[in-house]
């Protein structure tokens, strides 16, 4: 089992930047593939980032391409999403997940989010 939970969300004007945390519990974290996804008001959630156990590979939305970062510190069991050139259309809550599967559809541990707030 895997307990993931986020932090560092808040509120930040279009053009600044967050970072956001993943902590997870559990002996095998490096064994899981972690992503990030989000889900904005009267929306579906979405994909945004995700890692593989190693770190080498990397998948990004094309709406965060090149202004989103993820990877991940085994040793601490953390992983992060640094969030670069927000722009209004990020506002989102913010989830992190783990499966051993990197391209599972639907992954099977989930933390509870948190609130990101892009102001214009």
């Known amino acids: 089992q895997v307990q993931l939970v986020e932090s560092g969300g808040g509120l930040v004007q279009a053009g600044g930047s967050l970072r956001l945390s993943c902590a997870a519990s559990?002996?095998?974290?490096?064994?899981?593939?972690v992503g990030w996804f989000r889900q904005a008001p009267g929306k579906e959630r979405e994909f945004v980032a995700k890692?593989?156990?190693?770190?080498?590979?990397?998948d990004y939305a094309d709406s965060v391409k090149g202004r989103f970062t993820i990877s991940r510190d085994n040793t601490e069991k953390i992983v992060y999403l640094q969030m670069n050139s927000l722009r209004t259309e990020d506002t989102a809550v913010y989830y992190c997940?783990?499966?051993?599967?990197?391209?599972?559809?639907?992954?099977?541990?989930w933390g509870q989010g948190t609130q990101v707030t892009v102001s214009s």
């Open positions: 997940a783990a499966d051993r599967l990197l391209n599972k559809e639907v992954y099977d541990y």
């Open positions: 559990g002996r095998t974290f490096s064994g899981y593939a």
């Open positions: 890692i593989n156990w190693s770190g080498g590979r990397r």
